[in-house]
T-cell receptor, first 113, second 108 residues
Framework: NAGVTQTPKFQVLKTGQSMTLQCAQD?????MSWYRQDPGMGLRLIHY???????DQGEVPNGYNVSRSTTEDFPLRLLSAAPSQTSVYFC????????????FGSGTRLTVV | AQRVTQPEKLLSVFKGAPVELKCNYS??????LFWYVQYSRQRLQLLLR??SRESIKGFTADLNKGETSFHLKKPFAQEEDSAMYYC??????????FGAGTRLFVKA
């Protein structure tokens, strides 16, 4: 199993550009989430999904869209990038169950200039 | 409000000394708590879960509902324990909320 795969690993965008961060998992996990990691603020939940076709907002959803057309994929779209979206983005997945922790991807470091 | 607080951004201890990373939570329901660790250049990974009452790499954490705490402890720190540690709360439904993290630095 590859686990959780995120692409790209690094990206620089200009303000106003759009892009999609890709996330795929091959563990048949139902739950998937996107977090952003900022210094001093830990990980903040952007969006999450409990299964194909079902998504919901987390703590900081503004400026981001998600979709979940398959169990495997959970892409995160930045509609119009802003410098405040400069961050490290992590995708994570987990199977159902009350005490199963998340499996994380390696992260995408995004810089918006 | 659902919240996880890790009051220390940085904790520095000598090798062989005891270490305690503090975590306090705010949650009205029955909490499910976790500790995650991120070693240098590695992915964030689950360290332990309160529901399992396990000891991983010498670390333990006890849920204290009266003090709303879930502190991570190890009696004798090792250099390889140097990492970023995150406390996390499963806040009902399918959300998991993370604290801001504590960087542990174990000095030789």
């Amino acid at each position: 199993n590859a686990g959780v795969t995120q692409t790209p690993k690094f990206q620089v965008l200009k303000t106003g550009q759009s892009m999609t961060l890709q996330c795929a998992q091959d563990m048949n996990h139902e739950y998937m989430s996107w977090y952003r990691q900022d210094p001093g603020m830990g990980l903040r939940l952007i969006h999450y999904s409990v299964g194909a076709g079902i998504t919901d907002q987390g703590e900081v959803p503004n400026g981001y869209n998600v979709s979940r057309s398959t169990t495997e994929d959970f892409p995160l779209r930045l509609l119009s990038a802003a410098p405040s979206q400069t961050s490290v983005y992590f995708c994570a997945s987990k199977p159902p169950g009350t005490d199963n922790g998340y499996t994380f991807g390696s992260g995408t470091r995004l810089t918006v200039v | 409000a659902q919240r996880v607080t890790q009051p220390e951004k940085l904790l520095s201890v000598f090798k062989g000394a005891p270490v305690e990373l503090k975590c306090n939570y705010s949650y009205s329901g029955s909490p499910e708590l976790f500790w995650y660790v991120q070693y240098s250049r590695q992915r964030l990974q689950l360290l332990l879960r309160h529901i399992s009452r396990e000891s991983i790499k010498g670390f333990t954490a006890d849920l204290n509902k009266g003090e709303t705490s879930f502190h991570l402890k190890k009696p004798f720190a090792q250099e390889e324990d140097s990492a970023m540690y995150y406390c996390a709360l499963k806040a009902g439904g399918f959300k998991t909320i993370f604290g801001a993290g504590t960087r542990l630095f174990v000095k030789a």
